[in-house]
């Protein structure tokens, strides 16, 4: 069983950055992999960003590469979403989870455990 606890969200103008961490408790971190979504009133929760256990792969939707940067401390058991040049439509609930390794990192229904989200807003 792995708990997720994210952190980081706010209210930042557009263009700016932030960054959100999410940090686990729990046996076999180091293990899973570690994926962000983001979720708004009107939409499905949305495939943000992926990382493999080791660090090594990493998958971005097409709307935030070159944009957003996630990354990972197995020794903190800290997985990280750097947010740059924001814009309005980041603007969501943002949530980490942890899956086994293996399948489509895309899909949401392959992970496991979720954390409680953390609300970014993008004002203009």
């Known amino acids: 069983q792995v708990q997720l606890v994210e952190s980081g969200g706010g209210l930042v103008q557009a263009g700016g950055s932030l960054r959100l961490s999410c940090r686990a408790s729990?046996?076999?971190?180091?293990?899973?992999?570690l994926g962000w979504f983001r979720q708004t009133p009107e939409k499905e929760r949305d495939f943000v960003a992926a990382?493999?256990?080791?660090?090594?792969?990493?998958y971005y939707a097409d709307s935030v590469k070159g944009r957003f940067s996630i990354s990972r401390d197995n020794a903190g058991n800290t997985v990280y979403l750097q947010m740059n040049s924001l814009q309005r439509e980041d603007t969501a609930v943002y949530y980490c989870?942890?899956?086994?390794?293996?399948?489509?990192?895309?899909?949401?229904?392959?992970?496991?455990?979720w954390g409680q989200g953390t609300q970014v807003t993008v004002s203009s």
């Open positions: 989870a942890a899956r086994r390794g293996g399948g489509d990192y895309y899909l949401h229904a392959g992970y496991l455990f």
């Open positions: 729990g046996r076999g971190f180091s293990s899973y992999a």
């Open positions: 990382i493999t256990w080791s660090g090594a792969t990493t």
